[in-house]
């Protein structure tokens, strides 16, 4: 199947992807970043996935989320009849277990319906050892066992357990699979209508908070729901995507484990959801932040574990065929040991959204930012790997040093604005003589463009964020000229490329996609320089890209039309927020400093 034929579940601390054809083929347990028990979305069926599909060939598939919820229905017709599919994991509370729930109901005629639950623990690698209990089956090994609860009868054969039944119209049965500790006992099950209508209850009540009143609400609101399910529930950390591996290029190397917190989705994705209204979860992502960078500045990394883990070392995975032979399939993220300076940017940016919300800032929190501000003081004018991770030789990236500036900016304002103590005169110094340098040493006169890095004839859509973040002002003439080159020579069929890869040494071989945050950037850009039309024109396009359930991958194939990277992806979904907020704003700021209340510290 495409990338854009699954579709999300989650139960807030960890997700599943469910297929157009009935297939749990990616969920990982009991964590977002533990040990895929289906890996069958980076191999084949043998690698594990529990398929519930009618038996006869399926004539004519549709799904959908039930309103405000992640609950997902497909409909599966066949010659004799029609079945549907609820797939859905029931919010899961502190020290609960996660449960996958799976119903299925008779809507018309009589179809037998196919049961094939393939367990393979490790990735793909391990075969559980699987036992009949009184309700149904066990699966263990090692750390993990599953307990499937159903009524229906299974069997083994050849390492799959499989079975079928008849549903009639308004007929149904049951399925609940849940993780537990094999030292301990399955436990209870939570029956399966009293989970659907708990998981519906609690999604509606979430949704239902949903203060965004712009225009897009549709959109806006699914966005949302993926965000909140990419957030961990515990800690609060934002996850980019559930996946790891699905590649860039098709058939490629540029396969990347997202199941991280990444510093750099920061700013925007506080902003995304103060959008709708949801300050709790904006308030626990920044002290997710916090926390994550407590230390000395110098250790701070570009991205984190869900609970703030440092160590995200890389390895493959050799026995995984990969997503359509694309091949590393890798686990852990080395860029986590990157030096990026723009990260700096992102922790003071979300500094300043507390601080503004709260109209004050807590003394501990302002001294952790003194010292980052000290470090970044001294290192600022060194060249860093940049913020798309390039594996190839350090530069003196742009965008880098754009949001350098923005810490410094940041700090500056927030110093003036809230009393706190710290050298004002030479923060602003050092702001001042960042900008100065950026316009000086980033700008290429003859092509009237900023470029990729200091001295480049490369291009990067890094460079669109000049304007959002206020280093100058949207309409000026150096603006207007870059969001021209970067859209005429970074563009495929009207959507942007991150760089070119033919121009860029990324240590990498192959290409990429084109990718959808910048291209929703490129939305913010042409509103703010106030070619609205325009950007209406994009946005509307960029939103026909999504599947038929809303939901976006990191990027898209133009050449094959298709989505490719992993699915699915934060960033795509909180620039779609922020590029909708921009377009229904009559003066416009992505980078608007709306922050969350302060907590009790």
């Known amino acids: 199947m495409r990338i854009e034929d699954y579709a999300l579940i989650g139960d807030l601390q960890t997700a599943a992807l469910v297929g157009r054809n009935g297939s749990v083929d990616w969920l990982c347990l009991p964590r977002f970043d533990s040990a895929a028990c289906f890996a069958a979305l980076l191999g084949e069926p043998t690698h594990g996935r529990w398929l519930i599909a009618p038996a006869a ?111 009639a119209a308004g007929g149904a049965e049951r399925f609940m699979l849940t993780w537990f500790p094999p030292y301990e006992p399955p436990g209870l099950v939570e029956d399966a209508y009293s989970a659907l209508a708990r998981t519906e209850r609690w999604w509606r009540d979430w949704s239902g908070r949903c203060g965004y009143t712009g225009a897009y609400g549709d959109e806006v609101l699914r966005s949302l729901i993926v965000l909140k399910a990419l957030t961990d529930r515990q800690t609060g950390a934002v996850l980019a995507a559930p996946t790891t591996s699905l590649p860039e290029e098709l058939g490629g190397e540029r396969n990347w484990d997202y199941r991280y917190t990444w510093l750099r989705d920061s700013v925007l994705a506080l902003n995304a959801l103060l959008a709708g209204g949801y300050t709790d979860e904006a308030r626990a992502f920044a002290d997710c932040v916090f926390r994550a960078t407590a230390g000395h500045p110098e250790q701070m990394q570009i991205m984190y574990g869900i609970a703030g883990e440092r160590r995200l070392a890389e390895y493959e995975l050799d026995h995984l065929p990969g997503y359509e032979g694309s091949r590393p399939v890798r686990v852990g993220n080395a860029a986590a040991g990157q030096f990026q300076l723009d990260v700096y940017g992102e922790v003071l940016g979300v500094a300043a959204a507390v601080a503004g919300q709260a109209g004050r800032y807590p003394d501990r929190q302002w001294r952790q930012q003194r010292k980052l501000l000290d470090y970044l003081d001294g290192v600022w004018q060194q060249p860093d790997d940049g913020m798309w991770e390039s594996r190839g030789p350090r530069r003196h990236y742009t965008q880098s040093k754009l949001m350098a500036w923005v810490a410094f900016d940041r700090a500056v304002t927030m110093a003036n604005r809230f009393g706190l103590d710290g050298p004002v005169p030479k923060w602003a110094a050092t702001r001042d003589a960042i900008r100065a340098e950026i316009l000086d040493r980033a700008w290429d006169p003859h092509r009237e463009t900023f470029t990729q890095y200091y001295g480049s004839t490369a291009l990067d859509a890094g460079v669109l964020m000049i304007p959002l973040v206020g280093l100058l002002p949207a309409d000026d003439p150096r603006v207007t000229s870059t969001i021209d080159v970067v859209r005429a020579e970074l563009g495929h069929d009207g959507l942007l490329s991150r760089y070119s890869t033919d121009d860029t040494d990324d240590g990498l071989a192959g290409t990429e996609g084109q990718f959808l945050a910048c291209s929703f950037w490129l939305v913010d850009a042409l509103a703010l320089n106030g070619r609205r039309d325009e950007a209406r024109e994009l946005f509307e396009r960029l939103l026909g890209l999504a599947n038929d359930v809303g939901l976006f991958a990191e990027e898209y194939d133009v050449p094959h039309g298709r989505q490719v990277g992993n699915f699915p992806q934060a960033f795509t979904h909180l620039a779609l927020i922020n590029a909708a907020r921009v377009l229904s704003t009559e003066h416009p700021d992505p980078f608007e400093r709306r922050p969350v209340p302060s907590s009790s510290t």
Request: no cysteine; proline share 8%.
């Open 57 to 167: 060939p399926v004539t004519r598939t549709s799904r959908r989320y039930r309103d405000g919820t992640l609950i997902l229905e497909t409909d599966l017709e066949t010659a004799d009849g029609a079945v549907r599919l609820i797939d859905f994991m029931p919010p899961r509370e502190p020290g609960a277990r996660p449960q996958l729930t799976r119903i299925v109901q008779g809507l018309r005629g009589r179809v037998r319906v196919q049961v094939e639950l393939v367990v393979r623990f490790e990735y793909g690698s391990v075969v559980p050892w699987v036992q009949r209990v009184p309700d149904g089956v066990v699966a263990q090994a090692g750390p993990d066992a599953l307990h499937l609860a159903t009524s229906v009868p299974l069997h083994g054969h050849e390492l799959t357990t499989v079975g079928e039944f008849e549903l």
